[in-house]
């Protein structure tokens, strides 16, 4: 999320308001925030688990929020927080704050030419719909959504909505608040109860011409690239990568953090936990080749009548013996 007023890490640490120091330039102009895995020069970003120091102190991040004092700072500007999930939570709610919306439809939604909108559907702030899309009763359009021409939205969808991110406490699960984006291309079909949620903050992304059936849910952060297809019942964690042209039958889950490459093909009831080279058509869980899959599935069913026939031939072979 790029902030919508300049300020320095001087200013930000007062957004913070708890007990942070400050190592590096105070005067350093703070762009933005992002999750690591997001960051561009100028973003802040938070780590609090010895296993991501070096990948946040080596990111593109120019700040970092952090629960120990490194001895190399990598030439970023530090905030030494006691708790830095709690720091980093504090300055998003400070620049997304939730507003009520007292109508359906926002009155600053811009929606294009020929799109027509049927009752009961629900449309936020900072939300632009292109031309000649329909949407179906009782969609909600989360804030910060963007869609493309020649949408069709089947009803009670739900598009934008807060990431499935929780810090685990001693008491409690604490929750991540998002602050992206979700944006859908162009020619999509989303079908009915459909969940896409939007990135923690950046951008959920759904590629131009993508077709998805009906009780499909997509997390936070996910590319789905151009014309890819996808089966109901369908889960796809978040940050993960789907390149054009796939092809995810029903019943896929797919888990966090992987690329399932340009071409694939995943067959009805698969499960994947590994990234996937383009162009391979996967079966199973764990998915792997499926002529390889099915030849496991048939050698299964002829194990009970190979057992049945080496039974015989020990019968045989103990009659023989005491002849």
């Not at 300049?6 to 102009?29: C, H, M, R, W, Y």
């Not at 929020?65 to 400070?94: A, C, M, Q, W």
């Not at 999509?188 to 459909?194: D, N, P």
Request: hydrophobic residues 40%; glycine residues 8%.
């Amino acid at each position: 999320m790029i902030f919508d007023k300049t300020l320095n890490a001087k200013d930000l640490a007062l957004i913070i308001g708890s007990d942070v120091e400050i190592v590096g330039d105070e005067n350093a102009i703070v762009k933005g925030i992002n999750e690591i895995h997001m960051v561009t020069p100028g973003d802040v970003t938070f780590v609090d688990h010895p296993k991501y120091y070096t990948k946040a102190l080596t990111s593109n991040a120019s700040f970092v929020i952090i629960n120990v004092k490194p001895e190399e700072t990598y030439g970023k500007t530090l905030f030494i927080s006691s708790d830095p999930f709690r720091d980093y939570v504090k300055i998003v709610k400070h620049f997304r704050i939730f507003i009520p919306q007292d109508s359906f439809i926002h009155p600053d939604a811009e929606i294009g030419a020929g799109t027509r909108i049927q009752p009961g559907v629900f449309v936020g702030r900072n939300v632009k719909i292109g031309k000649n899309c329909l949407i179906h009763s009782n969609v909600s359009i989360y804030d910060h959504t963007t869609i493309g021409d020649n949408v069709i939205i089947q009803a009670n969808s739900v598009i934008g909505g807060d990431a499935f991110y929780f810090k685990r406490r001693d008491t409690h699960w604490d929750k991540m608040e998002s602050c992206g984006s979700t944006r859908i291309g162009n020619n999509v079909e989303i079908g009915a109860l459909c969940t896409i949620d939007k990135g923690v903050s950046g951008t959920t992304t759904i590629g131009d011409g993508c077709k998805f059936d009906n009780h499909i849910q997509v997390g936070h952060d996910t590319v789905i690239g151009k014309n890819v297809l996808i089966g109901a019942h369908s889960a796809i964690a978040g940050v993960t990568v789907i390149e054009d042209e796939c092809i995810l039958w029903s019943r896929i889950s797919i888990n966090k953090d992987l690329v399932v490459g340009k071409g694939t093909v995943l067959l009805a009831m698969s499960a994947i936990d590994k990234s996937v080279e383009p162009g391979k058509t996967l079966f199973g869980v764990p998915a792997i080749d499926a002529r390889r899959k099915w030849k496991e599935i048939a050698a299964l069913r002829m194990l009970p009548e190979a057992l049945e026939d080496l039974e015989k031939l020990k019968n045989i072979i103990n009659k023989k013996e005491q002849e």
